[in-house]
């Protein structure tokens, strides 16, 4: 993880001077909303303390309501396209925060400086904070309306579908406490969102 | 500007005719507008000067939603004052308005524990208002603390207490986002 951060940080720092030059080219945004998740997909395979085994695998229904928020840093490619860095926060099933940094590619019908209606998609890895597994990863496809406030900021709307992977604590159904790792197989679980979104962007 | 059609307009109207009621003053500027936290969202209505709106709220309350404690939100009732003033004009003739106001709040919570209990307090809100010329929008940041009390259950009892509302002053560094339409 460490390695990670400092992957992350020399890679800023060369981009520096590329990012001054491009300024005009750049934009900030925020993004937030809420997220309803119908479904999640598990496959998770492990030995309890009592010594027998469970494996499920399978589409399971699940209700919950979690949100997240976004930053993103955004460069032009085109007058219709952009590329964005996103770096968030977001929580997940039941209790799990995942902090997702993502590419994203969107493209505006109208150009990006205009109302216009725009679509996109986004891929990336995550970091989970509160399992023992902390690799996670997301993908992103939306829908949105872009309005000019004025000047060069612009709010954004929209709805997008969300699929998160990651790996969260298997809990014991004995004990109650979280399986430790020696003894999971397998485990992997796939949250599937239908979210609403609004965005403030500058530029 | 694209005319409002009719429906709508008339709806906005019945609207504005029916909150004018409650809300003292003469009404020469009207907004409406959601506020956006991860403390609640909400929606409402401000009606007055450039000097001063009076403000009405409604909101749903996220403490635990986020956390995916549960799934049912409390929600709250608040009215406010803004006092602006006037900080900078941008170039583009955007302008930056600090404002700051008192309120009063009440609602039923949860408060960190489980019973959604009722609560009321005083509200200080102050934040950072920028008014767009070209369009009739109006974006808004604030940060805002709630000193009340809040009823809860006591635990393994059928009684309830009234207690200090934490949650009010816990999540006074969650920012407030308001998002408004002008009149």
């Known amino acids: ?203 | 500007m694209t005319p409002v059609p009719f429906l709508r307009r008339k709806v906005l109207v019945c609207l504005s005719v029916f909150l004018c009621c409650f809300l003292p003053g003469a009404a020469q500027e009207q907004y409406v507008g959601t506020v956006q936290s991860p403390k609640g969202i909400g929606v409402f209505y401000e009606s007055g000067s450039a000097e001063q709106v009076s403000h009405l709220s409604f909101t749903l309350d996220f403490d635990g939603i986020l956390g995916g404690h549960t799934r049912r939100p409390g929600f709250r009732i608040g009215f406010q004052k803004h006092f602006f003033v006037p900080v900078y004009r941008l170039a583009d003739g955007t302008d930056l308005d600090f404002f700051y106001g008192p309120g009063l709040v009440a609602g039923a919570v949860r408060d960190g524990g489980d019973f959604q209990g009722p609560m009321a307090a005083l509200r200080g809100i102050a934040g950072l208002r920028f008014v767009f010329p070209e369009r009739p929008f109006a974006l808004g940041f604030a940060f805002s603390a709630d000193l009340g009390v809040h009823m809860q259950r006591v635990a393994g009892q059928n009684s309830n207490i009234l207690r200090l509302y934490r949650g009010g002053l816990r999540r006074v560094w969650l920012p407030e986002i308001h998002l408004s339409y002008r009149f």
């Open chain 1, 1 to 203: 993880m460490r390695r990670a951060i400092r992957h992350i940080v020399l890679a800023v720092l060369l981009a520096f001077p590329t990012l001054l030059r491009a300024q005009e080219k750049l934009g900030i945004g925020v993004e937030w909303g809420l997220g309803y998740l119908p479904m999640h997909y598990i496959e998770e395979s492990f030995r309890t303390d009592a010594l027998y085994r469970i494996d499920r695998q399978g589409w399971k229904g699940s209700q919950h309501i979690n949100g997240f928020a976004s930053f993103a840093l955004e460069y032009d490619l085109s007058k219709r396209q952009t590329l964005s860095l996103t770096l968030g926060k977001r929580g997940v099933g039941s209790g799990d925060r995942i902090y997702p940094l993502g590419l994203r590619y969107a493209r505006f019908h109208n150009g990006h400086a205009a109302d216009t209606g725009w679509f996109f998609a986004e891929a990336g890895v995550a970091y989970n904070r509160d399992a023992a597994v902390h690799k996670a990863a997301q993908g992103l496809l939306g829908y949105g309306w872009r309005y000019r406030l004025g000047g060069h900021s612009f709010v954004d709307g929209g709805i997008r579908l969300a699929a998160v992977v990651y790996h969260p604590d298997l809990i014991d159904p004995d004990t109650e406490a979280i399986v430790p790792q020696r003894h999971v197989f397998t485990n992997s679980r796939v949250d599937t969102f239908l979210e609403l979104f609004i965005a403030i962007r500058l530029r």
